[in-house]
């Protein structure tokens, strides 16, 4: 999600004395080191659970490989039951897996908003001494000169105010977002 910011303050300067400003938003998100840090982790927890599901996948191919090795030697019956006891954890885990993710695109969102309140006030500030009465996103701004846009300098207040912040909270789904990952049933000498 792209940060919404809008700070409007009382009107106390002229346009001259840079009555509006721009930020953009993103850069200053991504080169602030509490952006920095939290993108950092997402990316780090991102290849963590991607390795993990790569994991997996080779183990349930094992797995199908010799349930589809044993076919010829078990009754049509137990070969559809230990078929359908596959696709069932199959399906468990990709649910695991799939609320996995949703739970680190939330612990992603949640940072980002986090930032946007611990931003609020230091760009409040920033309006307060340069006597801008108006803060806009660069996305909305058609056109601007140089000194409109204050990201750097915003950046290194922010960095000095509240630095790379605290680290994220475990990864864990939230209730509801799916079942925890099921042991294994039993494939008769398939690999688990």
Not at 72 to 89: C, G, Q, V, W, Y
């Amino acid at each position: 999600m792209i940060l919404s910011l809008c700070v409007a303050l009382p009107a106390a300067a002229s346009a001259q004395e840079a009555g509006i400003v721009i930020v953009d938003q993103e850069r200053m998100f991504q080169q602030s080191l509490y952006g920095q840090r939290i993108l950092d982790e997402i990316d780090r927890r991102s290849a963590s659970l991607a390795s993990e599901n790569r994991e997996i996948e080779a183990e349930l191919v094992a797995e199908e490989r010799a349930l589809t090795d044993l076919r010829s030697t078990l009754e049509t019956e137990e070969f559809r039951l230990r078929a359908a006891a596959f696709d069932e954890k199959v399906t468990r885990i990709r649910a695991s897996q799939d609320a996995k993710a949703r739970a680190l695109s939330r612990v992603q969102e949640e940072a980002r908003q986090e930032f946007v309140r611990l931003v609020e006030p230091i760009l409040s500030q920033m309006l307060d001494g340069i006597g801008a009465s108006i803060l806009l996103d660069r996305r909305v701004v058609l056109s601007a000169g140089p000194e409109a846009d204050i990201t750097d300098r915003a950046i290194a207040r922010i960095d000095t105010a509240i630095g790379p912040g605290e680290d994220l909270p475990h990864l864990d789904p939230a209730p509801g977002d799916g079942p925890p990952e099921p042991s294994a049933p039993d494939l008769g000498g398939a690999s688990d």
